[in-house]
Every structure is written in structure tokens, then in C-alpha cells.
């Protein structure tokens, strides 16, 4: 059972950016690939960023693309999403996941494991 746990939520202004960690509790961190999702109130979680098990392979939700960077170190089983130029509308809750692929993981088809989720709020 891999535990993940977010972190880096918080409260920013428009323009500004963050850093979300998602660390992981096991070394088999290593075989999974990874991903951002976000939640609005009311809303369906939607998919913001995956990156494959090595980290050669990324994809962005286009709402995000040029602003967010996901990126991974498995010695340290943690998971990045860099936030940059951050908008009132990226105010959510953050979820980080873990599934075998990216493919499946965009879909939110066969997640594994889900983080507990990080509030990011950003002020006009």
C-alpha cells in the first residue's frame, strides 16, 4: 500500500507561484507514473499534468501548458508540480496519483493511489 502525501498549498497572488511536493511512502514509487489533478467546489476532478515512471514523458492539460512543470526524483520518491504565473481560476484542491501508465492516468482509468489533497488559493 504506497501512502502519498501532498504538500506546498497555500495561499498566493495572482502572478505569483508555488511548489507542490507529493512524497511517496514507498520505494516502488519508482515503477508508477504520476500525476496532478485538480477540484473545484462542486466539480469533477479534472487532469492538470503526468509524467512517466523516468520522467522522459510529460503532458500538460492545455489550461496549464507553459506555466505548470510536473517533475519527479525517485531516489526521493516525490513528485513536483512547479506553478508559475498562477491565475484566481487555478484555485482548487491539488491531488497527486499514482497509476502504471500515463496514458491510464490521464484518463483517472486505474489509479492506484491518491493523495489526500492540498488547497491552492490564489487572490486577484
Known amino acids: 500500500q504506497v501512502q502519498l502525501v501532498e504538500s506546498g498549498g497555500g495561499l498566493v497572488q495572482a502572478g505569483g507561484s508555488l511548489r507542490l511536493s507529493c512524497a511517496a511512502s514507498e520505494r516502488t514509487f519508482g515503477n508508477y507514473a504520476m500525476g496532478w489533478f485538480r477540484q473545484y467546489p462542486g466539480k469533477e476532478r479534472e487532469f492538470v499534468a503526468v509524467i512517466n515512471w523516468s520522467g522522459a514523458s510529460t503532458y500538460y492539460a492545455d489550461s496549464v501548458k507553459g506555466r505548470f512543470t510536473i517533475s519527479r526524483e525517485n531516489a526521493k520518491a516525490t513528485v513536483y508540480l512547479q506553478m508559475n504565473s498562477l491565475k484566481p481560476e487555478d484555485t482548487a484542491v491539488y491531488y497527486c496519483?499514482?497509476?502504471?501508465?500515463?496514458?491510464?492516468?490521464?484518463?483517472?482509468?486505474?489509479?492506484?493511489?491518491w493523495g489526500q489533497g492540498t488547497q491552492v488559493t490564489v487572490s486577484s
Open positions: 496519483a499514482a497509476a502504471p501508465n500515463t496514458s491510464r492516468l490521464r484518463l483517472q482509468l486505474g489509479v492506484d493511489y
